[in-house]
């Protein structure tokens, strides 16, 4: 399985969600396969037969998002990482008013 895939796949979650990678995921991305733990590995390997499932379309998206997180200055990835932690420490009702709201505009955009 080559790095881009599991990077995909260990951020496919947050990317659709959000259209860019938790921190964790691009953490991963500094890894080889063989570096990863087996919690690591398992993860990847979930997130992988996810994405397997997943419509075209959706694989798709989940790709278009990581190579446009790809293009982004270190600066941009970094108020990223810090808008998603943020999110992350919210109460759970505060995420879910939020992923309804990104999800309805999302919808509008579709």
């Not at 810090?82 to 990104?102: A, I, K, N, V």
């Amino acid at each position: 399985m080559s790095r881009r895939l599991i990077a995909v796949l260990a951020a496919g979650s947050a990317a659709l969600l959000f259209g860019a990678p938790p921190a964790l995921a691009i953490d991963r991305l500094a890894q080889s396969w063989q570096e990863m733990s087996p919690q690591e590995r398992d993860e990847a390997y979930r997130n992988y037969q996810r994405f397997q499932k997943m419509p075209p379309e959706q694989q798709r998206r989940i790709e278009r998002n990581y190579d446009r997180w790809q293009q982004l200055p270190p600066q941009e990835k970094e108020r990223l990482r810090s808008t998603y932690r943020r999110y992350r420490e919210l109460p759970s009702q505060q995420r879910q008013d939020l992923d309804r709201r990104f999800e309805d505009r999302r919808r509008q955009r579709d």
